[in-house]
């Protein structure tokens, strides 16, 4: 801070002191640094128990109940754990967890293999790295309503080039290359626009924990003579690993939540075969407004993911202290 | 200090105005809320003489068709007062009734002399009564609407085409009154080099996120003997809903997808079953009859090009009920005013001047006008589809029994899993599980 600048603030804090009546800056005056301390925190605060914490625990109420959002003036019961048993026991959400771990699994491993081979090779630093790295990184940065819209366009056995450029390589008619329609490609179809769309996200993580292994010990690697593989395995990866770990933990935790593309591309179909958990969710609270199993199936999947999430940061952890 | 007491003043002032000014403007104003699709521009125009005569204004807040039941159930299920007027899906009128968003017209309409039996008939059961078959009105029938069918006139009419069809099947290639007959139709152009290029036999409904599929395969099911429930004992389902006719129009229904669609209908709605005739694809089109002013003035396909025909039969002859009926939301602090709307909006000039700009109405005196069968090409197949309606469950939990239908359908037909008996005995458990929880049965 320059001089000028200091006085300033100098200037503006003494005429805020002056303007302060008395009985307030005593009561000020009074107050402990911590208590000042609270007292700059508590607006952040209280708007954080408004909109995350109270939701939460209103959800965790209503999941014990019958309460349903489109019948307000119904009595609310409580039901027990008997909204948790029912999901629990409910074969059609079981299938769709199993398909959102589908999902969940191949999009991170596709990603994350992609993802680092595009950031190891971007690493090179040859000429027009700098472009090619903005090109890589556009997908991410399109609307997934845009890119939904974009792929389904693209996915048309008629007129789409995903179609076409298939049939080119495989001979197969593009009327045959149903990707959306048939029940063994639609869900890789939606691994496929998922993993172009964010495999930039973990390029771009993995190329900054590339970047900050100190060229010296690559400079040492060469002074005993370590091949370029044994350099990859034992520098490069375990180096990176950390943050190869954190892109897996974004991505995981935003797959689990996969919504929107399943929506613009199959709307969860056919039959039910990408119907994730979301979906299921949203139908269950917005379309059949059974809001307490609804809410017991929201606390289900957020404790499913807090448990991994947390069962995995340690693991994070004891990777990095290495 | 006197100036500070001016500017004090000024400011007072100035925030009086400010919020009371667009409370006096909208006084004078109503929301009416709907779909955004072509009937809604039609009304905004008609509504145009509304304001004209009353001074009312009125604003418009239309939702596109795949979030209008999120977005307008969320509003009522609020207590929203977002809307005045509402025109709402026929099936929401069972949870509406029941939860109080709607206001019971029945004293109203006999204050104002406004007469049921002056509507079609199925448009009042289908859009205004809750319970069904009941004289307890909800809303006044607005825009009618069934699933019925367009062709391409013009390759029916090519005569080597017709000579080719009769060789092969005995009979003229025409507008189809039998669903062999639309099948046969089907199969004919299916893959059939027209005019150089490709094109396939039908398009019909297979959408899985809304409500697609089922508004498909109820327009075919109830030709076969498809039943909600038994006629004698409410909610009783076995044997009704999945009777061995019913299994067999859904057979059929995926015969039809299985032989005759383009590639790629596996999520067809209204939007892409209409884009599919547009663009010269199909040979017939299942599609609501709001479509069809649209595509009759269409440069590539409208015109002579085009033809329409109500539902074909098999056993029974029934078509799928569309549209909806406008209510006045109980949240709103204009009631009067909504009310205003609908008395204006239900008189014989105003339906008549509806219709001319591309409404649907369901007045008795409008659509049994005797120039109304050649008032428009399609008119004479709207008339014919709208006797023969029937509508899916308007229960208030209708949206539970939409999604299992939804699933148990589009895996049989789309998906191929299973047979159409354990499609339709998976939904009978799934609807009868919905009942038991309203406690139904």
Redesign the interface.
């Known amino acids: 801070m320059t001089i000028s600048q200091s006085s300033i603030v100098e200037k503006a804090a003494d005429a805020t002191a002056r303007a302060t009546p008395s009985s307030v800056a005593r009561r000020v005056r009074g107050l402990s640094d911590r208590a000042i301390a609270w007292l700059f925190i508590a607006p952040a605060i209280t708007l954080l128990l408004a909109i995350n914490i109270f939701p939460l625990l209103w959800a965790v109420y209503l999941s014990f109940t019958n309460y349903r ?5 119904a009595p609310v019961l409580g039901v027990g754990f008997g909204n948790y048993q029912r999901v629990l026991n409910d074969p ?1 959400i079981w299938q769709a967890m199993q398909t959102t771990a589908h999902f969940v699994f191949w999009t991170i491993v596709l990603q994350t293999v992609i993802g680092f081979t595009l950031a190891y090779l971007i690493d090179r630093k040859f000429r027009g790295h700098a472009f090619w790295t903005t090109i890589i990184l556009i997908p991410m940065m399109l609307s997934p309503a845009v890119v939904g819209n974009f792929w389904r366009f693209l ?4 007129i ?1 080039l995903f179609a076409y450029a298939v049939s080119l390589v495989t001979g197969i008619p ?3 290359i ?1 990707m ?2 048939n ?1 063994t490609l639609a869900p890789w179809a939606i691994i496929i626009v998922d993993t172009w769309m964010w495999t930039p996200y973990v390029m771009l993580i993995c190329l900054a924990g590339l970047r900050s292994i100190p060229d010296y010990i690559y400079e040492a690697a060469e002074v005993d003579r370590a091949s370029p593989w044994r350099q990859f395995w034992s520098i490069t990866v375990p180096m990176a690993l950390p943050f190869i770990m954190l892109a897996v933990l974004f991505r995981g935790i935003e797959n689990f939540k996969m919504f929107d593309m399943v ?1 613009l591309l ?8 990408t119907e994730v958990a979301s979906i299921t969710l949203k ?1 269950a609270a ?5 809001t307490g199993r609804a809410s017991a199936f929201a606390i289900i999947l957020f404790v499913a993911v807090f448990g991994l999430a947390n069962i995995y940061v340690k693991a994070l952890n004891k990777v990095k202290q290495r | 200090m006197q100036k500070t007491s001016k500017a004090l003043f000024g400011l007072a002032t100035a925030f009086v105005m400010s919020s009371a000014l667009p409370n006096l403007a909208k006084a004078d104003e109503l929301t009416l809320c709907w779909a955004a699709w072509d009937p809604a521009n039609a009304l905004v125009e008609l509504s145009k003489d509304f304001t004209a005569k009353t001074g009312t204004q009125m604003m418009f807040e239309f939702v596109p068709w795949t979030s209008y ?2 977005r307008f ?2 509003e ?2 609020s ?1 929203g007062k977002l809307c005045d007027l509402i025109i709402g899906d026929s099936q929401w009128i069972g ?1 509406s009734a ?3 968003h709607y206001v019971k017209l029945n004293d109203f309409f006999d204050k104002e002399g406004i007469k049921m039996d002056d509507f079609v008939p199925a448009t009042v059961v289908g859009y205004s009564e809750w319970p069904k078959n009941t004289p307890n009105y909800w809303a006044l029938p607005a825009m009618g609407d069934v699933v019925g069918w367009t062709y391409r006139k013009d390759w029916f009419e090519k005569p080597e085409l017709q000579k080719e069809f009769k060789e092969k099947y005995g009979h003229d290639l025409a507008a189809p009154k039998t669903y062999d007959e639309l099948k046969q139709i089907a199969e004919f152009f299916q893959k059939r080099q027209i005019d150089g290029k490709t094109v396939y036999g039908a398009s019909i409904y297979t ?4 409500e697609g599929i089922t508004m498909g395969v109820t327009n075919v099911l109830y030709d076969w003997g498809f039943q909600y429930e038994n006629p004698q004992k409410p909610y009783d389902m076995e044997g009704f809903v999945n009777s061995a006719d019913a299994v067999k129009g859904l057979e059929f229904y995926k015969s039809l997808y299985d032989c005759c669609t ?6 067809v709605y209204m939007v892409e079953s209409a884009d599919a005739f547009k663009s010269g ?1 199909v040979a017939m089109q299942m599609n609501f009859a709001f479509t069809w002013p649209g595509l009759y003035k269409d440069e590539k396909v409208g015109g002579d090009r085009i033809g329409f025909f109500p539902n074909p039969a098999e056993k029974a002859h029934f078509a799928q009920l569309g549209g909806q009926g406008i209510s006045v939301v109980s949240y709103s602090d204009k009631r009067d005013a909504a009310l205003q709307y609908i008395k204006w909006f239900a008189q014989p000039d105003v339906q008549a001047k509806w219709w001319e700009l591309g409404g649907f109405s369901c007045l008795n005196s409008v659509v049994n006008a005797p120039g109304f069968a050649k008032s428009q090409p399609y008119a004479q197949a709207f008339l014919d589809s709208m006797a023969i309606v029937k509508d899916f469950w308007a229960e ?2 209708y ?2 029994l ?2 299992a239908m939804q ?1 148990r359908v ?3 037909v ?4 299973g047979t159409a008996q354990e499609a339709l005995d998976g939904l009978v458990k799934d609807w009868s599980d919905v009942f038991k929880d309203d406690g139904k049965i």
């Open positions: 959002a489109n019948r307000p003036n059609d996915y048309e056995p008629q789409g593009t009327s045959d149903q959306l329609g029940v929506t199959t709307g969860g179909g056919p039959g039910s075969v139908r917005f379309e059949s407004w059974a | 039941a999120d159930l969320n009522l299920n207590h949870g029941e939860n109080g959408e899985r996120g809304s383009p590639p790629g209908s596996s999520n694809q208030p939990s949206a539970s939409l999604q699933k589009h895996n049989y789309v998906a191929g899993n």
